[in-house]
């Protein structure tokens, strides 16, 4: 299968840095003395462009929405017992940066559940607060594509669920 085929204008993407984006288009480009075909991926809370080389969607983790099982899947681990390792906070920090950066839901759902907060617990640090929020961020941004509502609402869907595990 061409990459061509593989994405269309419109089409909904999720890049496993920047989280979920929307395909502006396929442009032609002459760089450095060669023509390449870019995809053109609009972040729109971002305000950001990114173009990709054809060729290099693949290796760059670009990806499809999630089906509706993958995100149920994440739904589902937002409502476990929340793990929190006692290694020092850089070590978690690390493994949570990474685990959102993967892209993949059931992983950032795990990020968001072990930092979640109920009012109960104690503040958060800055630097875990920053983590849960673009965690936070990434999930619910995801949801709310596939799901087709708006970001607030998705946001809402999910503190729901964090607030009855």
């Given amino acids: 299968m061409s990459n061509q085929l593989q994405y269309e204008t419109g089409d909904f993407v999720v890049y496993p840095t920047h989280g979920v984006g929307q395909v502006l288009d396929i442009e032609k480009q002459v760089i450095g003395g060669y023509d390449l075909e870019l995809l053109v ?60 950066n993967s892209g993949d839901p059931v992983s950032i759902a795990e990020v968001v559940r072990d930092l979640h907060r109920n009012a109960t617990q104690p503040e958060q640090s800055y630097s875990e607060r920053q983590i849960y929020e673009l965690a936070l961020e990434r999930l619910t941004c995801e949801l709310a594509a596939i799901e087709d509502i708006d970001a607030s609402t998705a946001t809402q869907k999910v503190e729901k669920l964090l607030s009855a595990a």
């Fill in 41 to 100: 991926i609009g972040f729109e809370r971002e305000r950001m462009k990114l173009r990709i080389p054809m060729p290099k969607v693949r290796e760059s983790g670009l990806r499809r929405l999630s089906t509706k099982k993958v995100m149920e899947s994440a739904l589902v681990t937002l409502r476990g017992k929340a793990r929190v390792k006692r290694t020092m906070w850089s070590r978690r920090a690390q493994e949570y940066e990474a685990k959102i």
